[in-house]
């Protein structure tokens, strides 16, 4: 998978290509012109995205959420500062008082925003945290002039234009969802419904995390976690497609993204995670 920062930058020194998709060295971040398609209306840049210590991130609100809400930063579950949850592990109200850089449209630093807990984390099924912050929505804004990132609450289409926002690496990657992964295994972890990007979105280590922004409507559909860096069958950095009826499918060069639809089913008034609501399918400790 998308390898942590570490990782990516012994990967870099080494003059290879790891985890978290082969790719080529870090470059430096493209103009949101430059990242947008013809098709695409809303302007693609790096406000509300954030940095981690070893991943990329972003500052993410539902449908439901309100200003006075505290925030929500979304990352992947594999980029937790505790480390790579076990296969059924979930991880719910943890306390946490990770930091994280937010930037700008440009991908400067605006400032730092810290975390109060881990308000969801798993590998199961999908690959994604949720790290509740100490500051709302209203006081990120009013602070940084920076608004949050908005999640979609329905299925990416095959074929949309997407950008993949790495704010560690301040670089925009631009391409389409090629097609969705009936299950995707990598090592102990298997993933559902995961998307796959064409080859030019050539994600590297240190783009974990990254929100996957729909070129048209600019909301968030998917979070960047992993790619198959060498050809290998279903090992680490090396997932593999499975289909319906068991089929193995490995796609060397080929990154790919966990949908976030279903996060919104599955939180409630005050930015609160509640895996008891109905239509919530993220898996449960």
Known sequence: MHRSLVGALSALLLGGATLVGAGAAPATAASPAAASTAKAPKAVNFAGTVALSNCSGSVVRTPGSVDSDPALVLSNGHCLESGFPG????????????????????????????????????????????????????????????KALQLS?????????????????????????????????????????????????????????????????????????TGNEDGGRCTLNNPCEVDQSG??????????????????????TGNKIDLNLAGCALPKP
């Open 87 to 146: 296969a059924g592990e979930v991880i719910v109200n943890q306390p946490s008082s990770r930091s994280f850089t937010l930037l700008t449209a440009s991908g400067g630093s605006a400032g730092t925003v810290r975390a109060s807990k881990i308000a969801y984390a798993t590998m199961t099924d999908t690959d994604i945290s949720l790290y509740q912050l100490t500051s709302t929505y209203a006081q990120i804004q009013s602070a940084y002039g920076i």
């Open 153 to 225: 609450d329905s299925h990416p289409t095959q074929g949309s234009a997407i950008n993949v926002v790495s704010g560690y690496w301040k670089k925009i990657y631009s391409c389409n969802i090629d097609g969705f992964v009936y299950r995707l295994k990598e090592g102990e972890w298997t993933w559902k419904d995961s998307a796959r990007y064409t080859s030019a979105c050539n994600t590297i280590g240190g783009t974990s995390g990254s929100p996957v922004v729909d070129s048209a409507s600019g909301k968030v559909v998917a979070v960047n976690n």
């Open 247 to 268: 089929t193995v499918t490995v796609r060397k060069g080929i990154n790919y993204a966990q949908q976030t639809y279903g996060i919104t089913k599955c939180v409630t």
